[in-house]
């Protein structure tokens, strides 16, 4: 197949020698920049109503969780209680996370294409529902991060 070659038509070459072409592409382009530059101002609001409602939210979370630590640094039994929502929730992710191996290792040794094909989908149900879980239970991390940091501080 030859390389396809770009040709200058002579309509082309006319119209580039047109003033009406010329004058039409500079009220194009400055159209273009001024709906720019409003479509950038309502980005911009729109980005920064996004940008407080995360920063609000955050702000929430961490004064919630400073409450908890606050009730874990004076309550011992609560502290003891969260470590082991902790440890539950580590043994947890390696149990999930063998679990999702082993179905790895098992979908790679069948030969037969429609249970392959059920293993990765149930593969990929299960990675679904760990990272589900993973997010769902980062607020105990977070509650272990900051009582670490608290009691390092004094």
Known sequence: MPPVQLTITDKMVTLFREPTFWIGSVFVALFVNVIGSYVTRV?????????????????????????????????????????????????????????????????????????????????????IIYFKYVLDEGNTINIIKAYNRRKHKT
């Open 43 to 127: 980005t911009d609001r729109i980005g920064a109503v996004f940008s407080t409602r995360i920063k609000k939210s955050n702000e929430t979370k961490r004064q919630r969780i400073e409450q908890i630590v606050d009730r874990i640094v004076s309550d011992p039994i609560e502290r003891i209680d969260i470590k082991l929502d902790l440890l539950v929730y580590i043994l947890k992710q390696v149990l999930i996370l063998s679990f999702i191996i082993f179905l790895i290792i098992m979908v790679i040794d069948t030969h037969n294409v429609v249970l392959e094909a059920a293993g990765y989908s149930f593969i990929v149900i299960q990675l």
